[in-house]
């Protein structure tokens, strides 16, 4: 088992900036290859970030692209995703996820989940 928490939501600027975290804890944290997702109000989750479980290989959806970085401490068993240059579009319930050792687009690949942070990106 592995439980992760998010942190590091919250209501910020178009333009601005908010360094997500998450913290895991249980079964070995350098094991698993991580992901974010995100939901925003109406829509279904959608693939923000993945890595691999180094932190070397990581992917990230168009949207983001450039704006993003996924980077993780494994000695800290904790997983960020650094979000720069936000955008109202980005308003959304971010997720962190554990999964298995590769790193993947598919949120159906990951075993588990946080509980989201709220991100809110104003015009």
């Known amino acids: 088992q592995v439980q992760l928490v998010e942190s590091g939501g919250g209501l910020v600027q178009a333009g601005g900036s908010l360094r997500l975290s998450c913290a895991a804890s249980g079964r070995t944290f350098v094991s698993n290859a991580m992901g974010w997702f995100r939901q925003a109000p109406g829509k279904e989750r959608e693939f923000v970030a993945s890595g691999s479980r180094s932190g070397t290989v990581t992917y990230y959806a168009d949207s983001v692209k450039g704006r993003f970085t996924l980077s993780r401490d494994n000695a800290k068993n904790t997983v960020y995703l650094q979000m720069n240059s936000l955008k109202p579009e980005d308003t959304a319930v971010y997720y962190c996820?554990?999964?298995?050792?590769?790193?993947?687009?598919?949120?159906?690949?990951?075993?588990?989940w946080g509980q989201g942070t709220q991100v809110t990106v104003s015009s």
């Open positions: 996820a554990a999964g298995g050792r590769v790193p993947s687009l598919r949120d159906d690949e990951y075993d588990y």
